[in-house]
């Protein structure tokens, strides 16, 4: 069974900009999470989707958004980037709980 | 008082040691318990989850979980170098938001 795929895996972007991330879940995972990963701060949660519905929000700006499609696939979204927005990003699928990470899309704002 | 705590580390054991990797959590309502290792660069891989009181054996790998002192550990048994990374402790609550320690770097040295 193939994994979790994240799209692109790198990306560079200026400030000002803005930025979508795209996670395919693992097949048969309805639920995808996005997490921001950073040295100073760990794993942070952002949200999660369920069947194409917000299901939980973490502690971020409105800058960050989210939605998910109805084959489960998901996208994050990052308006006006600042640089402390260079992350690793992450998308976990899930069902029953367990979740399980994609490889990451790493952001670089510059 | 940080929601999920985790010893940074380094945690260095010799090659064929009991490693024993430590993670306590604020929140009494919480009702699931993930480890995940983190290579340098890769993204998290889950090794065990366990929900209820007692151990949890999945071959090299132990969680035990006590809720009444808010408490998850994981036990390695034979530890190799190839064991080598950052184990990620994390904490659930009725939904998919984890929430996460920062993470205790181990060192298997041979």
């Known amino acids: 069974k193939a994994g979790v795929t994240q799209t692109p895996r790198y990306l560079i972007k200026t400030r000002g900009q803005q930025v979508t991330l795209s996670c395919s879940p693992i097949?048969?995972?309805?639920?995808v999470s996005w997490y921001q990963q950073t040295p100073g701060q760990g794993l942070q949660f952002l949200f999660e989707y369920f069947s194409e519905t917000q299901r939980n929000k973490g502690n971020f700006p409105g800058r960050f958004s989210g939605r998910q499609f109805s084959n489960s696939r998901s996208e994050m979204n990052v308006s006006t980037l600042e640089l402390g927005d260079s992350a690793l990003y992450l998308c976990?699928?899930?069902?029953?709980?367990?979740?399980?990470f994609g490889p990451g899309t790493r952001l670089t704002v510059t | 008082q940080k929601e999920v705590e985790q010893n940074s580390g380094p945690l260095s054991v010799p090659e064929g040691a009991i490693a024993s990797l430590n993670c306590t959590y604020s929140?009494?309502?919480?009702?699931?318990f993930f480890w995940y290792r983190q290579y340098s660069g890769k993204s998290p891989e889950l090794i065990m989850s366990?929900?209820?009181?007692g151990d949890k054996e999945d071959g090299r790998f132990t969680a035990q979980l006590n809720k009444a002192s808010q408490y998850v550990s994981l036990l390695i048994r034979d530890s190799q170098p190839s064991d080598s990374a950052t184990y990620l402790c994390?904490?659930?609550?009725?939904?998919?938001?984890?929430?996460f320690g920062t993470g205790t770097r181990l060192q298997v040295f041979p």
């Open positions: 097949s048969g995972h309805r639920s």
């Open positions: 994390a904490v659930g609550h009725n939904t998919d938001k984890l929430i």
């Open positions: 366990i929900y209820s009181n």
């Open positions: 976990a699928s899930s069902r029953d709980r367990e979740q399980y």
């Open positions: 929140d009494r309502g919480s009702q699931s």
